[in-house]
């Protein structure tokens, strides 16, 4: 697949955010083709945080809809992407396809790197990756501060990064702060970008994902809150009733008109 293919693809819109019918072939496909062009990319990789930080701030709904691949993650978003025509919609878990890149990427020799989270999280998470991909290579870990960079430390970013010869960087700094970084660096950094968030923290082994049932409801967000509530509940406050009522009413406007409903009303 090309990336003028890509960007042809079938895709929905949800709340105004920009959604691609994926699967874990079709993103691994492309990525090795960008991969081995050594692409500067971008990949956001949405959940319902995303699409309610897109509905809230059009300027970041623009980075998200400007990205080279919107997969979907979360369950609820791929539930609406099937109700609006995408009927081979399927989830692309950040945590599984980080690791279904890496056992590409040592199985063909492309170089890997990680960006973001904490240096310990960042160590741990390459120790791990590297004791189970024994062939990868990753030139490059970085875990910056936690505030902003001065334009000489990201000068100096960048070019470790691209000294490093990655074809593929994986990004853990959460959403939004991910996604904007990616698109700052789209076309400064030579290598597909992918923001993975969470996924530092569960292939580093400082985080667990919900048993599959869990993740079959939809209800993995709130097994996460359970683990994690001083973290995660003003985000899940703040953004999940409001999904739902706003998914709902773009759903009921989707839906066929029909003349013999009304007439019969």
């Known amino acids: 697949m090309s990336p003028e293919a890509a960007r042809k693809g079938r895709r929905c819109t949800i709340l105004g955010m920009r959604v691609d019918e994926l699967d874990y072939a079709s993103v691994l496909t492309q990525i090795r083709h960008w991969a081995s062009e050594q692409f500067s990319r971008y990949v956001c990789i949405s959940t319902v945080h995303m699409i309610m930080e897109s509905h ?4 970041f709904r623009a980075i998200v809809n400007g990205a080279d691949l919107v997969a979907a993650d979360g369950i609820p978003v791929i539930w609406i992407s099937r109700c609006l025509g995408l009927k081979r919609q399927n989830r692309v878990f950040a945590p599984e396809v980080t690791l279904r890149l890496c056992e590409m990427a040592a199985q063909e020799g492309i170089p890997v790197g990680f960006y973001g989270s904490t240096p310990e999280v960042v160590a741990d998470l390459r120790r791990n990756i590297t004791q189970r991909f024994r062939t990868l290579a990753v030139p490059f870990c970085n ?5 902003p960079l001065t334009h000489q430390e990201d000068d100096e970013i960048v070019t470790m990064i691209n000294r490093s010869g990655i074809r593929i960087l994986f990004v853990g700094l959460g959403c939004p702060k991910q996604e904007r970084w990616m698109k700052e660096h789209h076309g400064r950094v030579s290598a597909t970008m992918l923001g993975v968030g969470w996924a530092f923290d569960v292939l580093a082994g400082r985080s667990k ?3 599959i049932w869990i993740q079959n409801i939809g209800m993995e967000w709130f097994y996460r809150l359970v683990l994690n509530p001083k973290k995660l509940w003003r985000r899940h406050l703040k953004h999940n009733p409001r999904f739902v009522i706003l998914a709902l009413r773009q759903l009921l406007r989707h839906l ?3 003349p013999d409903m009304e007439k019969r009303a």
């Open 56 to 59: 809230d701030e059009p300027e």
């Open 143 to 147: 875990s910056p501060p936690f505030r």
């Open 256 to 258: 066929p008109h029909n």
């Open 209 to 211: 994902t919900a048993p």
